[in-house]
Nanobody, 127 residues
Framework: QVQLVESGGGWVQAGGSLRLSCAASGRTGSRYHMAWFRQAAGKEREFVAGTSGTGGNTAYADSVKGRFTISRDSAKNMVYLQMNSLKPEDTALYYC????????????????????WGQGTQVTVSS
């Protein structure tokens, strides 16, 4: 089992920055890919960013490329999402997710590929 706890959400004006954190406990390690998803009100959950178990490979949704950066600190079992140049359309509940993957596999981008989920942290961006 993997437990994930997100933090760092909040309210920010457009153009501002936030850093989300995800603390992982339980079964962790280099075979566990980590990702951030988000779900806006009335919309489906969507992939935001993901990283491989070692952090060597990353993937981003087109809508956040160049503005968001995912990183992980394996020693601390932490994953971060640095969000810059925030836009009102980034407003959503952000979830941390984890998946046990084969070593060397691509970063998973589908929500059905992730086995473990946190409770989410709300990000609100005002115009």
């Amino acid at each position: 089992q993997v437990q994930l706890v997100e933090s760092g959400g909040g309210w920010v004006q457009a153009g501002g920055s936030l850093r989300l954190s995800c603390a992982a406990s339980g079964r962790t390690g280099s075979r566990y890919h980590m990702a951030w998803f988000r779900q806006a009100a009335g919309k489906e959950r969507e992939f935001v960013a993901g990283t491989s178990g070692t952090g060597g490979n990353t993937a981003y949704a087109d809508s956040v490329k160049g503005r968001f950066t995912i990183s992980r600190d394996s020693a601390k079992n932490m994953v971060y999402l640095q969000m810059n140049s925030l836009k009102p359309e980034d407003t959503a509940l952000y979830y941390c997710a984890s998946a046990l993957r084969t070593v060397g596999s691509r970063v998973a981008t589908g929500s059905n590929e992730y086995n473990y989920w946190g409770q989410g942290t709300q990000v609100t961006v005002s115009s």
